[in-house]
């Protein structure tokens, strides 16, 4: 079996650097494991979001052997990425907010930063901000309304236009790059680029996890290696959730349960 490449997110928002991945690294097999049981991570403390997370990483790892994990969350990344490199040997790719692309690409020297709470008061976005915009004025917006929208976008492909709307005009004109500083805003993009003045550009971190991956995994492209991606959730999967992953490219969806057999399939 195919060592597969391990992608964990909050919930959904993964789903936007899977779609980069696929699309690139096609090849490669796919297990994704939300655990959208306690979506917002944007609102838990350091203490719960590393209680919440580590068994469940360490679960699929000891299950899967993954050949790399994506930690395909930035409210996760910018605390967990050293607790689990102190614990692990295999490569982990974080994502992290594209502060430095948009200090390189703003011509006004006015950059925003649309993430989670957690995300925007966290030292690392600090540290992001100083060394590599501190010539820059960064505007700083935290939103879970967000990432809410975002989810119900996906589920149910509708979500409350007013809302994003209210959000994106906190967005000062002044500014020419917007940093989409969460996985699950890329899935929003055209939406949120419809609201935005054209001056202002968006930028994520999704080209640059691809681009990372792909120097750290072991390429095969043999076309007769087939294995199918697998979607798990922490929540039971509801049968719209799991029509649209299908279109996705997920053909097995499981459930996590703790303290119980690991992998609970669910009934297609």
Do not use: W
């Amino acid at each position: 079996m195919k060592q597969p490449i391990l992608i964990f997110d909050s919930g959904l928002g993964g789903l936007s650097i899977y779609k980069k991945l696929k699309q690139t690294l096609s090849s490669e097999v796919y297990y994704y494991v939300s655990d959208s049981k306690n979506l917002p991570y944007g609102e838990l403390n350091d203490t719960q979001l590393i209680e919440l997370c580590l068994p469940i990483i360490m679960a699929y790892v000891n299950r899967l052997n993954p050949q790399l994990i994506v930690l395909a969350c930035n409210t996760a990344s910018t605390l967990l990425l050293p607790y689990l490199r102190a614990q692990l040997s295999l490569p982990i790719v974080g994502v992290i907010p594209a502060i430095k692309p948009a200090a390189q690409a703003t011509q006004t020297k006015h950059i925003a930063l649309l993430a989670t709470p957690a995300t925007i008061s966290r030292n690392y976005t600090q540290d992001l901000i100083h060394t590599f915009a501190k010539d820059c004025h960064v505007q700083k917006i935290g939103s879970s309304e967000l990432v809410q929208l975002a989810e119900h976008k996906v589920r149910h492909h509708t979500f409350c236009t007013q809302t994003l709307k209210q959000i994106i005009d906190q967005v000062d004109p002044k500014n020419d790059v917007l940093v989409l500083g969460c996985t699950h805003f890329p899935l929003l993009k055209t939406e949120i680029e419809s609201l935005l003045p054209k001056s202002i550009r968006t930028i994520d971190s999704g080209d640059a996890i691809v681009n990372r991956v792909e120097t750290l995994i072991h390429t095969s492209n043999d076309a007769s290696i087939q294995q199918p991606d697998t979607y798990c959730d922490t929540q039971n999967i509801s049968t719209k959730l799991k029509e649209n992953l299908k279109h996705l490219g997920f053909e097995h969806f499981q459930t996590y349960v703790p303290n119980a057999s690991l992998f609970t399939p669910e009934l297609l």
